[in-house]
Antibody
Framework: QVQLQESGPGLVKPSETLSLTCTVS????????WSWIRQPPGKGLEWIGY???????NYNPSLKSRVTISVDTSKNQFSLRLSSVTAADTAVYYC????????WGRGTLVTVSS | DIVMTQSPDSLAVSLGERATINCKSS????????????LAWYQQRPGQPPKLLIY???TRESGVPDRFSGSGSGTDFTLTISSLQAEDVAVYYC?????????FGQGTKLEIK
């Protein structure tokens, strides 16, 4: 069955750029919307943005100036870049499929600290 | 942004009893052209990602036990667990996908009494 797996550094320094990749296995990345969602420790869920396989994107206005989501269909992967991070960006980052997030990765904790 | 507000924030229910969680949106999430409410419910157990339970406000995801049901339309929604089991201890979230930015409720923590 289709599975999602997030990967990337677990520690990022303040003011630097957070970069994560989500690999889609067991199925094609085509014809779906793919999102990034984050959850600060002990807190709720925040949608970051999505990309469609055509490359069209939609970002949360609260993060829009710092976020880029891209897709590599040849690798069945999509990626998140979040620039100028601060401690407030410390969170578990999830990738997920569709508008009603029917499939989630296990999540990866990213800590912003010097 | 559409603000999603859940009640209560936490809930303790005895095993075998009914649990009810409410979710209210700050504006309608009902799309009139297809008469569908763009509302989903998720369960998040400790240390795990959220799991989709219900979408279109009342459609149960494949594999979800039938003790879970969703109801409501427009701005007011309810998740009901008809007979609480030990494995249902979790935080439950509602989410609207009617318009971006997609938004979640603050979560309801469900425990055993």
């Amino acid at each position: 069955q289709v599975q999602l797996q997030e990967s990337g550094p677990g520690l990022v320094k303040p003011s630097e750029t957070l970069s994560l990749t989500c690999t889609v296995s067991g199925g094609s990345i085509s014809s779906y919307y793919w999102s990034w969602i984050r959850q600060p420790p002990g807190k709720g869920l925040e949608w970051i943005g999505y990309i469609y396989n055509s490359g069209s994107t939609n970002y949360n206005p609260s993060l829009k100036s710092r976020v880029t989501i891209s897709v590599d269909t040849s690798k069945n992967q999509f990626s998140l870049r979040l620039s100028s991070v601060t401690a407030a960006d410390t969170a578990v980052y999830y990738c997920a499929r569709n508008w009603n997030f029917d499939l989630w990765g296990r999540g990866t904790l990213v800590t912003v600290s010097s | 942004d559409i603000v999603m507000t859940q009640s209560p924030d936490s809930l303790a229910v005895s095993l075998g009893e009914r649990a009810t969680i409410n979710c209210k949106s700050s504006q309608t999430v009902l799309f009139s052209s297809n008469d569908k409410s763009y509302l989903a419910w998720y369960q998040q157990r400790p240390g795990q990602p959220p799991k989709l339970l219900i979408y279109w406000a009342s459609t149960r995801e494949s594999g979800v036990p039938d003790r879970f049901s969703g109801s409501g339309s427009g701005t007011d929604f309810t998740l009901t667990i008809s007979s609480l089991q030990a494995e249902d201890v979790a935080v439950y979230y509602c989410q609207q996908y009617y318009s971006t930015p997609y938004t979640f409720g603050q979560g309801t923590k469900l425990e055993i009494k």
